[in-house]
């Protein structure tokens, strides 16, 4: 396991042998032989590891070591000590030190220590960038029946396993994300890192920073060196989301930064250099953009090596009835629920509907539906009134064939006891009523003129 590693120790001795250890098994060694010149080092370098000796002249190892963790948690720190004693032992590993060693230093115990220090290392970036996917858990397969989804498919496995920089396009909700990873998972770089931003989701004044970093002390906040998104994503797939988002400003350094590979952390003089892919996604019309002035127009055509445009759901309507079965699958994990069974009439009242939300807004309502009527079937009665209003021009759909909504459903009612047709109608109502309140029991409780309590108990007998 290739990496750099800093050895600070006051003995020229233990330097040397140490360096000729670690270089012969591959390992980068620099050297420090005081915690002042090793903190000097790590403020302007990046290392993997440091051997720290606990006894040094002027600043110890501990204090080198607290103040040390304080510039950069990230890095693993191995004591030495000649005098080594128990209560030392645990006041370094207190202080966050991964190992302790003595004096006379063992080759066998060095090399076990430093791989299992790198491992963990890699181990915690591994847990950072889980933590960063947790929203992700869930990911729908991505489901091309249609044939404009057939085409776009083909494209994206073509162009995955190269090397090629892509622009996804597409209007909200299409699912570009999930074609950015379709894309790292079918690439050369499917065992690295997958790091996406949300251009549009990070204040202008922190944007570089989540991008590239900062140093310690950089500005007010930055009470420790930050590792940024590029270079999480060294060797492997940077995705930017809603790149039409970006201030001009912002642009410019990106173009340069995309060009040579190459940036410095905020506040920091240290040009480090990483390989990344980079795949950007927008809903705009970066082109309009261009020519509005308010994107550039040279970065745009670095990022659009190979365009891909993801289809609205409106033109793949072939693909709602799979997108469904897949999505309630997805729920049921989610939520740890049964899923609703949708009646044919509902199905096609969803394969109607324009889905201005897309993909994103057929799963919205899969989950309303399941927290709703969990292991009940659904039928087109229980979908929003929008759809029911709009679908087919005011259509909606009985057993009969299509009629108008209300008279749908009032012979549903028609055919039911009384006892049953009452039950049956108040759930309609709660529900109906429920949706104009915006699931906000409170302001369901002004608009029928009904105590919360109650309302709350009917909702619970219907779902029970």
Not at 332 to 339: F, L, N, R, T, V
Not at 381 to 410: F, H, I
Request: glycine share 6%; net charge negative; aromatic share 6%.
């Amino acid at each position: 396991m290739a990496g750099h590693i800093l050895v600070v120790d006051d003995e020229e001795g233990v330097r040397f042998s140490l360096r000729g250890i670690l270089e012969d098994e591959g390992y980068t060694v620099s050297e420090a032989d005081s915690g002042e010149n090793a903190l000097l080092f790590l403020e302007k370098n990046n290392v993997d590891l440091v051997f720290l000796d606990i006894w040094l002249p002027g600043m110890d190892g501990l204090e080198t070591l607290k103040q040390a963790r304080e510039l950069n948690q990230q890095i693993p720190f191995i004591m030495i000590s000649g005098h080594g004693n128990v209560e030392t032992a645990v006041q370094a590993l207190r202080l966050g030190a991964h190992d302790f060693v003595e004096k006379p230093l063992s080759l066998e115990k060095i090399l076990v220590s430093v791989r299992h220090a790198l491992e963990m290392k890699e181990l915690k970036q591994e847990n950072i960038l889980l933590r960063q996917a947790v929203a992700n858990d869930y990911e729908v397969p991505m489901v091309a029946n249609s044939p404009v989804m057939r085409a776009f498919m083909r494209d994206l496995l073509k162009v995955a396993p190269t090397d090629a920089w892509v622009l996804i396009t597409g209007e909200n909700g299409t699912g570009k994300e999930l074609a950015a990873r379709t894309l790292h998972r079918n690439s050369k770089q499917q065992d690295k890192p997958f790091i996406a931003v949300n251009c549009a989701a990070i204040p202008e004044e922190l944007i570089e920073s989540e991008l590239f970093g900062h140093e310690r002390g950089a500005f007010t906040g930055a009470d420790a060196t930050k590792i940024g998104k590029f270079e999480l994503a060294d060797g492997g797939t940077l995705f930017l989301d809603e790149i039409g988002d970006m201030s001009l400003k912002t642009q410019a350094k990106i173009l340069r930064i995309l060009q040579e590979q190459c940036f410095e952390r905020v506040g920091g003089t240290k040009n480090i250099k990483v390989q990344v892919r980079v795949i950007a996604a927008t809903n705009k019309d970066l082109e309009k953009a261009i020519e509005d002035g308010e994107f550039r127009q040279d970065l745009y055509y670095r990022l659009r090596v190979f365009p891909l445009h993801v289809p609205p759901l409106r033109e793949r309507r072939e693909d709602i009835v799979p997108l469904i079965q897949t999505l309630l699958q997805v729920v049921e994990k989610k939520y740890s629920m049964k899923a609703p069974f949708l009646s044919k009439e509902a199905v096609q009242v969803l394969e109607e509907w324009t889905w201005p939300g897309n993909v994103r807004e057929l799963m919205h309502l899969l989950e309303r539906l399941t927290v709703l009527y969990s292991a009940k079937e659904v039928d087109y009665s229980m979908l929003p009134l929008e759809m029911l209003e709009n679908v087919g021009k005011g259509r909606a759909y009985s057993e009969k064939g299509p009629q108008a909504p209300c008279d749908g459903t009032l012979q549903k009612f028609l055919a039911l006891d009384y006892k049953n047709a009452k039950s049956a109608f108040e759930e309609y109502y709660l529900t109906r009523k429920l949706e104009e309140a915006g699931g906000n029991v409170s302001r369901l409780s002004e608009l029928i003129g009904l105590e919360r309590s109650n309302i709350h108990k009917k909702l619970k007998n219907m779902h029970e």
